[in-house]
């Protein structure tokens, strides 16, 4: 992975264009939300691929949580800040400072190129894989779906936990789902663990939401994932 070929830093501040988030999302996050597909009308940048920028300019901290608060769209100029007089935590605004994404940031920090990529890969992978593997069978668990000709899903929020940071062949796994249904609104956790080999180093958990739920319909739901999957296979030839 070259993440320099999917972003801009310069003077105006950190960009992306629709092509580059997009090949992102398909190319290395396997992310087939059309929300970032390079002609949707409500386009935004994968979260995934801010937190892989964040990573690769400041780090991999120990504890780290990032709240995304606004969504990124195409030649948005951005810069990080600092939230602290520590200068531990950073936010990312751009140039009305205009907050899209908070960084809490604790513990020892991590500047090795080669752990920071493979740890960002392994992760935006397994992130990317939450539609098929984790919202279909939750939804249809508890009985309720996202609109299958408007589905919006938003990533909310995501936190990781190390015990340490000598890690080796690192790998996620999921261990636990929930959903809270509130009206038409859905909160969404997706939690893991953190290895190393097949060592158990750390947990994180990650937070979506999810909205214009309705009640379960196995038709309904059966044509969304058709099309989500035709739409993967289209652009995976």
Known sequence: ???????????????????????????????????????????????????????????????????FSGMVSDGTGLHYRERDREGGDLVLVDGQEKNYLEIERHGAVSQEPDLIADFTRHYVEFSGKNF????????????????????????????IDLQRLDIDRPSLELTDTLIQVDGKKGDVRMRFCLKSGNEVVGAGEKRMALRGLRPYDPAGMDRMVESYVGYRRAHTA
Do not use: W
């Not at 992306?16 to 398909?26: N, V, Y």
């Not at 929300?35 to 995934?48: E, I, R, S, T, Y």
């Not at 098929?132 to 990533?155: A, F, H, K, T, W």
């Open 1 to 67: 992975m070259v993440l320099t070929d999917y972003f801009t830093d310069d003077d105006a501040g950190l960009r992306f264009t629709r092509e580059q988030a997009s090949r992102f999302a398909k190319e290395i996050a396997h992310d087939f939300n059309p929300l970032h597909d390079q002609d949707a009308k409500l386009f935004c940048v994968p979260g995934d691929l801010l937190f892989a920028v964040t990573l690769a300019k400041y780090g991999l901290s120990q504890r780290m949580c990032f709240t």
């Open 132 to 159: 098929l593997q984790v919202l279909v069978p939750l939804m249809s668990r508890e009985g309720v779906m996202i609109n299958p000709d408007r589905p919006l899903v938003i990533y909310q929020q995501m936190s």
